[in-house]
């Protein structure tokens, strides 16, 4: 006879802290210096394309060559669009 086991597990992480308050929690640690607080986007020279292979809500940081609308900056790609989204120049 088989048997099943389920096991569910739930987590938040916590990055300078112990006491995580959402999924992902991160914190300055006191005495940090405000250049070393915060998190690095990846950069991209190339805005990834087909749109099958990219997860929806990808946030990249577009890096390279400026042509037509892309320019530099954040960008979240909508599945339901198929299309990147610029969410922040610089």
């Known amino acids: 006879m088989a048997k099943s086991l389920i096991l569910l597990i739930l987590l938040q992480v916590g990055i300078g802290t112990t006491d995580p308050q959402a999924t992902l929690d991160i914190r300055a ?23 099958e292979d990219i997860p929806n809500g990808l946030i990249v940081f577009f ?28």
């Open 29 to 51: 640690l006191p005495g940090d210096r405000l250049e070393n607080t915060g998190i690095l986007i990846p950069a991209v020279d190339e805005l990834p394309i087909p749109c």
């Open 63 to 90: 890096n390279g060559i400026e042509t037509g609308n892309v320019k530099q900056g954040l960008y979240i790609f909508s599945l339901r669009d198929c299309n990147w989204k610029r969410i922040i120049g610089v």
